[in-house]
Structures are given as structure tokens and as C-alpha cells.
């Protein structure tokens, strides 16, 4: 993908900035044809996923020592 806005910043560029900005995590382009950017699965984001369905779930994670 070739376009840019006016600020000569890839389409790229802006949507993976603003999943970065709506998620708190690391993004990556995941379908440039729907121009989706989901987070990167790195440890941290699959901890948070898992924290967040766990709270849904009313389940009670243990602590894990590091």
C-alpha cells in the first residue's frame, strides 16, 4: 500500500499508531486489504488478554513470581 495523508505519513504508519494509542501495546499490520492492526502477541499482551477474560469470568488468577 502506496497512499499516504497529506503529512506524507503511510496509511501503514497511522494505523498502526493508532492501535498502539487504543490498545497500550506493541502493533502490527495484520490485513492490509481490511487495513487492520491488531497487537503484537508478546508475553505481556497474552498476560493482559488472559487477566482481562479471567476478571470477566470472576476468576482469580494466582500470582506468578518472576
Known sequence: MTATDAGRVSI???LIRE???????PC????????IAAPILTPAYVGHVVGQIADELGIELPEVSS
Request: glycine fraction near 6%; charged fraction near 45%; hydrophobic fraction near 35%.
Open 12 to 14: 501503514d504508519c497511522i
Open 28 to 35: 502490527e499490520i495484520i490485513d492490509r486489504d481490511w487495513c
Open 19 to 25: 492501535a498502539e494509542r487504543e490498545t497500550g501495546f
